[in-house]
């Protein structure tokens, strides 16, 4: 009875696992014993970023939604 009641997933999402990048990449050799997510990345508008352009907030959606 108490197995039908024990989650699976975490609640939270940033309890999870992170994804495992070896994965991503077709490499991963560990299979069902790797610790990590076997998922592949979303894809959306913050994916392709560019870090120095996330840093100085020029060509960066969330700057974007925070200004004004």
């Known amino acids: 009875m108490l197995k039908k009641l024990a989650r699976t997933e975490p609640y939270y999402k940033r309890n999870k696992a ?8 077709g490499d991963c050799t560990r299979g069902d014993e ?4 076997h998922e592949l990345p979303v894809e959306n508008e913050l994916s392709q970023q560019n870090l ?3 840093y100085h907030g020029s ?10």
């Not at 992170?18 to 990449?25: G, R, V």
């Open 18 to 25: 992170h994804l495992c990048s070896f994965f991503a990449k």
């Open 52 to 54: 120095k352009d996330r």
């Open 34 to 37: 790797c610790p990590y997510r």
């Open 59 to 68: 060509n960066d959606p969330v700057a974007n939604k925070i200004r004004w």
